[in-house]
């Protein structure tokens, strides 16, 4: 006969051992169970069963004791039979044994402290009430309140979750070098490797980076040793001194995008970049588990190389491209001003057939502050639903935010918007990886950060059929095909693509 004292130590050996009865190499059997318990109680076996059938009663008193917390394949009356298929233990029910266990010890179970709250009159309401306590941890939870409810509903799923993993895994990590903000450094390398009188001859603004550190390096036994070493880790904005240059008037609005450099009075900068520039850090082929929303060939299946049709978009038939996981296009909007490229009208944009391009899938299209909302009546029209929106903050030369834009009516331009919109219901995206802002240096006319291409890979998979629309050479790159009239020739490496596209300028010319 079993006194109810025994069981206090079975409810410690399931309570912090459960998890092992049940996997591998005990997978539940009854008579290993047995062994580890009495190893587990090894100090007091005084009342512990020593034979198997002794065991057996035990585990049968102790099911009737907490309500059957614990769950065989079969019933434990089977295993004292001369069965071929004895019971096993397939599960644990913890809160029943974390109960028995605080009643064997003659303490009440502890009870989560009940918070007076506003009675709520619909789920928003609900969810909305604000926190009262600390965190929960949901692995431990016994019993559902409101707390609980919220904080289930907030966790990230597991999808949410290794999806981040993998990025985290996968992304290439590039260097970050700190910015020096001693000007004393910066003019001092300026006069040796930038403002001499035998240098005036060629264009600062244009002299390659390795030319200047050659100079700065073949003078160096004239310079303080702490300017020449942070030459080498840190980024210096060197000033470019012209004979025309007036210091007095300070820096130029424009810095580095200036269109008149060479006349223009005020102050502009050269950026020297260090020379102990850490690589790339190379991304390896990681072997995850995780591949939803992947391809099965994408382990070992080369990225397209870059593809690009030169065309006017309006006249291009889109069904010859076949379809498309994203879709990015930057349009160069009518903003009633004078620009140094062709413009897209409203009603051209408007009639453009995006809807032979994706059955599901998204599109991120570039708005100025002026076409927003032509940009979302295009995307309704065309069959999307405007799901989210990211900005470009834009950050000059000297990286700082920029105060004179060159657009603008009212107010001077410092950010673009990229509207995002959704068609279908593609569950094979990655999302919550990424932010919805970036902050990137401005660089040529109408060019986009990087960034956002990295992000968009991440969201749809490198392997993902991505499009450009009226992208420029400087946007061409792996796994995408860009199209617009910018471009030189065509360049098409997809089979049915290339042969559509010969096909339709046959016709065409015929």
Same mark, same amino acid.
């Given at each position: 006969?079993?006194?109810?004292?025994?069981?206090?130590?079975f409810?410690?050996?399931?309570?912090?051992q459960?998890?092992a009865?049940?996997?591998?190499?005990?997978?539940?059997?009854?008579?290993?169970?047995k062994?580890?318990?009495?190893?587990?109680?090894?100090?007091?076996?005084?009342?512990?069963?020593?034979t198997?059938?002794?065991?057996?009663n035990?585990?049968?008193?102790?099911?009737?004791?907490?309500?059957?917390?614990?769950?065989?394949s079969?019933?434990?009356?089977?295993?004292?039979?001369?069965?071929?298929s004895?019971?096993?233990?397939t599960?644990i029910?913890?809160?029943?044994?974390?109960?028995?266990?605080?009643?064997?010890?003659g303490?009440?179970?502890?009870?989560?402290?009940?918070?007076?709250?506003?009675?709520?009159?619909?789920?928003l309401?609900?969810?909305?009430?604000?926190?009262?306590?600390?965190?929960?941890?949901?692995q431990?939870?016994?019993?559902?309140?409101?707390?609980?409810?919220?904080?289930?509903?907030?966790?990230d799923?597991?999808?949410?979750?290794l999806?981040?993993?993998?990025?985290r895994l996968?992304?290439?990590?590039?260097?970050?070098?700190?910015?020096?903000?001693?000007?004393?450094?910066?003019?001092?390398?300026?006069?040796?490797?930038?403002?001499?009188r035998?240098?005036?001859?060629?264009?600062?603004?244009?002299?390659? %980076?390795f030319?200047?550190?050659?100079? +700065?390096?073949?003078?160096?036994?004239?310079?303080p #040793? &702490?300017?020449?070493q942070?030459? *080498?880790?840190?980024?210096?904005?060197?000033?470019?001194l012209?004979?025309?240059?007036?210091?007095?008037?300070?820096?130029?609005?424009?810095?580095?995008?200036?269109?008149?450099?060479?006349?223009?009075?005020?102050?502009?900068?050269?950026?020297?970049n260090?020379?102990?520039?850490?690589?790339?850090?190379?991304?390896e082929?990681?072997?995850?588990?995780?591949?939803?929303?992947?391809?099965?060939?994408?382990?070992?299946?080369?990225?397209t190389?870059?593809?690009?049709?030169?065309?006017?978009?309006?006249y291009?038939?889109?069904?010859?491209?076949?379809?498309?996981?994203?879709?990015?296009?930057?349009?160069?909007?009518?903003?009633?001003?004078?620009?140094?490229?062709g413009?897209?009208?409203?009603?051209?944009?408007?009639q453009?057939?995006?809807? %032979?391009?994706?059955?599901?899938?998204? +599109?991120?299209l570039?708005?100025?502050?002026?076409? #927003? &909302?032509?940009?979302?009546?295009? *995307?309704?029209?065309?069959?999307y639903q405007?799901?989210?929106?990211?900005?470009?903050?834009?950050?000059?030369?000297l990286?700082?935010?920029?105060?004179?834009?060159?657009?603008?009516?009212?107010?001077?331009?410092?950010?673009?918007?990229?509207?995002?919109?959704?068609?279908?219901n593609?569950?094979?995206?990655?999302l919550?990886?990424?932010?919805?802002?970036?902050?990137?240096?401005?660089?040529?006319?109408?060019?986009?950060?990087?960034?956002?291409?990295?992000?968009?890979?991440?969201?749809?998979?490198?392997h993902?059929?991505?499009?450009?629309?009226?992208?420029?050479?400087?946007?061409?790159?792996p796994?995408?095909?860009?199209?617009?009239?910018?471009?030189?020739?065509?360049?098409?490496?997809?089979?049915?693509?290339?042969?559509?596209?010969?096909?339709?300028?046959s016709?065409t010319?015929?």
């Amino acid at each position: 006969m079993h006194i109810l004292d025994s069981f206090h130590p079975f409810t410690e050996f399931l309570l912090s051992q459960g998890d092992a009865i049940l996997s591998y190499p005990i997978n539940g059997d009854i008579w290993k169970m047995k062994g580890v318990f009495h190893e587990f109680c090894k100090d007091d076996t005084y009342h512990i069963p020593t034979t198997y059938s002794d065991f057996i009663n035990y585990l049968q008193l102790f099911q009737t004791l907490s309500g059957r917390s614990l769950h065989f394949s079969r019933d434990l009356s089977f295993a004292l039979i001369n069965s071929m298929s004895q019971p096993k233990l397939t599960w644990i029910n913890y809160v029943s044994v974390r109960i028995i266990q605080h009643r064997l010890k003659g303490v009440p179970p502890p009870v989560e402290e009940i918070v007076k709250r506003k009675e709520a009159t619909s789920l928003l309401e609900f969810i909305s009430q604000e926190e009262t306590a600390s965190s929960i941890d949901l692995q431990k939870v016994t019993r559902l309140t409101p707390k609980t409810i919220v904080a289930f509903l907030r966790k990230d799923t597991a999808r949410t979750t290794l999806g981040r993993q993998r990025a985290r895994l996968t992304t290439l990590k590039a260097p970050f070098h700190q910015v020096c903000n001693d000007s004393k450094h910066a003019l001092v390398l300026a006069n040796s490797g930038l403002n001499k009188r035998e240098y005036a001859s060629s264009s600062k603004q244009l002299a390659p %980076e390795f030319i200047v550190h050659q100079r +700065i390096h073949q003078g160096r036994n004239l310079l303080p #040793i &702490e300017v020449y070493q942070c030459s *080498l880790n840190k980024i210096h904005f060197l000033p470019i001194l012209y004979s025309h240059t007036d210091v007095s008037l300070g820096d130029c609005s424009y810095l580095d995008t200036c269109h008149k450099m060479r006349s223009c009075r005020y102050l502009h900068y050269y950026t020297l970049n260090p020379t102990k520039t850490d690589s790339v850090e190379k991304a390896e082929q990681k072997k995850l588990d995780y591949t939803l929303g992947q391809c099965f060939t994408e382990s070992f299946r080369p990225i397209t190389p870059p593809q690009w049709i030169n065309c006017d978009v309006r006249y291009l038939p889109f069904g010859i491209l076949g379809k498309f996981a994203v879709i990015i296009s930057d349009p160069a909007w009518d903003i009633h001003m004078s620009l140094p490229y062709g413009t897209c009208k409203d009603d051209e944009l408007l009639q453009l057939p995006m809807r %032979e391009l994706q059955d599901e899938g998204i +599109i991120m299209l570039w708005v100025t502050g002026r076409s #927003i &909302e032509i940009g979302r009546k295009a *995307l309704y029209k065309w069959g999307y639903q405007i799901s989210d929106e990211m900005i470009w903050i834009k950050l000059n030369q000297l990286k700082r935010t920029i105060v004179t834009g060159r657009t603008g009516h009212w107010l001077n331009h410092s950010k673009e918007h990229l509207l995002v919109g959704l068609k279908g219901n593609p569950r094979w995206l990655n999302l919550q990886i990424d932010t919805d802002v970036v902050v990137s240096t401005t660089r040529e006319t109408s060019r986009k950060p990087d960034e956002f291409y990295d992000i968009i890979e991440r969201l749809v998979g490198a392997h993902a059929r991505k499009l450009e629309i009226f992208g420029r050479t400087h946007n061409t790159r792996p796994g995408w095909l860009t199209i617009g009239n910018q471009l030189q020739g065509v360049s098409l490496h997809e089979p049915e693509v290339r042969y559509n596209y010969e096909l339709y300028k046959s016709q065409t010319l015929s």
